[in-house]
């Protein structure tokens, strides 16, 4: 896999922009991956309701649950579906509106130096086998175009909103992925 410089869009990813982005602050380098859990309706997998919600066509009729969120405004630089298929919203050198309020490392506003890549799951039931070597290339796609993201500045997002998120969740096996990633990385 690999990031193109100037477009910011990963060659291995179908790309469906999201119109919930901007531009980062110019002193910001991207220097954080922000690891997400997300499923709709809850608990739920497949489907088109996670690219309907990131673009901002998520029908609140379709589902009770989405007549709660479908005026959100957010998004994220990439999805991972349950069987490792990739889809990009934003270009990385662009700001997605993943994190919401939060801080790492004293710094606030994580959306400003952070990418976020959703992977589709719940805190609670595992994430499919598939999803861990994409995550895995992904990052280490993320790293060679950005290298100030160094290996311990990969998070979840309940780690820069703690209280608030607690997502990717317990379900999240992180020494899979940084066993992942020693192997390939």
Avoid at 73 to 90: D, Y
Wanted: aromatic fraction near 10%; hydrophobic fraction near 40%; glycine fraction near 8%.
């Amino acid at each position: 896999m690999r990031i193109d410089p100037i477009t910011g869009l990963l060659d291995a990813a179908r790309y469906q922009p999201s119109p919930n982005h901007d531009d980062r602050p110019d002193e910001r380098a991207v220097d954080l991956i922000v690891i997400h859990g997300i499923s709709l309706p809850p608990g739920e997998f497949g489907g088109r309701w996670i690219e309907a919600l990131f673009t901002n066509t998520l029908d609140p009729a379709a589902h009770p649950y989405f007549h709660s969120i479908a005026s959100l405004r957010v998004s994220a630089h990439l999805l991972i579906g349950r069987e490792g298929q990739l889809v990009q919203f934003v270009p990385f050198h662009q700001r997605a509106w993943h994190a919401g309020m939060s801080e790492y490392a004293g710094r606030s506003r994580c959306n400003d130096f952070s990418v976020g890549i959703e992977l589709e799951g719940t805190d609670y039931l595992p994430y499919d086998d598939r999803q861990y070597p994409c995550l895995a290339a992904v990052i280490v796609a993320l790293r060679d175009a950005y290298p100030t993201i160094t290996p311990e500045r990969l998070v979840g997002h309940a780690d820069i909103a703690p209280g608030r998120k607690t997502d990717p969740g317990p379900a999240f096996d992180w020494a899979r992925l940084h066993r992942l990633l020693n192997g390939i990385g």
